[in-house]
């Protein structure tokens, strides 16, 4: 018995197991290579080869370079961070522009318009980004695009290095003595909540640090800043880089963005 040689095709047990595991793999191959890829829509009505080709992964066409599309994201314009002492000139520039047409509405020491936003000692580059969308479309506003259609870059750069100079905004709102501010809003301020993702705001807004363009929040009235945070949530105001306050938003029940534009109505 041990004298039998195993790998010999008078074995029949060599013979049986060899021969199904090669009938296994040819089945296997058939299917794998040609019945399916000729079931499969994807493939459409290729060549037999093409479709083998195909099914072995190999690419129906090569990839020369051009064939990638060039979807454009939101296109958002930042000033260079070099621009953070403007100069004077630059300053009385703005100052120049403003004093004619922007003060009646945006004031000087603070808002004068519950529904325009305050914008002394507000970030260079999120007036000037703001600017800039209103320019393009990119933020809509029938009143801001008529008022800055026609206005340079250099008149744009101008009119933030000057409100940037201003003495920041007191707060708009006052909450009556004794009164708090309400721990909602303390805490998504503070700590966000990151069950829902909200980031906590004063991560970027600037009370503990800070994201490009994104503006100093303080001063603002509480009409302002609920209808803003309502226009991220449904999708109307969508200006933000990467979405980033649409996110927060979208999260966001009306009552605590009614707290949170209090809370911030009353900051400075
Ligand atoms: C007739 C009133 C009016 C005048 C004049 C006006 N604005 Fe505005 N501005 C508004 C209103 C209202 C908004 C808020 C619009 C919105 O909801 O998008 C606004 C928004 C802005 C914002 C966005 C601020 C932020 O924090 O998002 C900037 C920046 C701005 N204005 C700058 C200017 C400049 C610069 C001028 C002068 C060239 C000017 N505005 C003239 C009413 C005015
Ligand atoms: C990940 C960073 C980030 C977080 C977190 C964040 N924001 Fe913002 N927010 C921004 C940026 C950036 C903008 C400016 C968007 C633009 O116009 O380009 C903005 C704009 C706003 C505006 C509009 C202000 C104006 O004058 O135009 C309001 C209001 C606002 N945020 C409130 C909040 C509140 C309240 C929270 C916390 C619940 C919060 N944000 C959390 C980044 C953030």
Not at 88 to 116: E, F, K, N
Not at 122 to 142: C, I, N, P
Request: hydrophobic share 40%; charged share 15%; aromatic share 8%.
């Amino acid at each position: 018995m041990n004298d039998e040689r195993l790998f010999t095709l008078r074995n029949p047990w060599f013979v049986w197991s060899v021969g199904g595991t090669l009938g296994i793999a040819i089945v296997a191959i058939l299917i794998g290579f040609i019945w399916l890829p000729s079931a499969s829509s994807a493939f459409g009505d290729r060549s037999l080869w093409a479709r083998i080709c195909g099914a072995a992964g190999v690419p129906s066409s090569w990839y020369s370079g051009s064939s990638v599309s060039h979807v454009p994201s939101e296109v958002v314009v930042l000033p260079p961070s070099g621009r953070v002492h403007p100069a004077a000139d630059a300053i009385g520039r703005g100052a120049t522009i403003a004093t004619q047409h922007c003060s009646m509405c945006h004031g000087v020491l603070g808002t004068v318009q519950v529904t325009a936003p305050a914008l002394a000692g507000q970030y260079t580059d999120a007036v000037y980004k703001e600017l800039r969308d209103y320019q393009s479309g990119q933020r809509e506003s029938a009143v801001m695009q008529a008022i800055i259609a026609a206005r340079s870059d250099q008149d744009l750069h101008d009119l933030a290095a000057y409100y940037a100079s201003l003495a920041r905004a007191p707060a708009a709102e006052k909450t009556p003595a004794g009164v708090g501010p309400d721990a909602t809003a303390v805490r998504l301020a503070m700590q966000g909540d990151p069950q829902r993702n909200i980031a906590p705001c004063a991560a970027c807004h600037g009370e503990l640090d800070r994201k490009g363009a994104a503006p100093w929040l303080g001063g603002q009235s509480s009409q302002y800043l609920a209808a803003q945070l309502r226009a991220f949530a449904s999708g109307e105001r969508h200006n933000d880089i990467n979405e980033q306050m649409r996110n927060v938003a979208r999260q966001m029940t009306p009552e605590e963005i009614d707290s949170l534009a209090k809370y911030y109505a009353a900051m400075q």
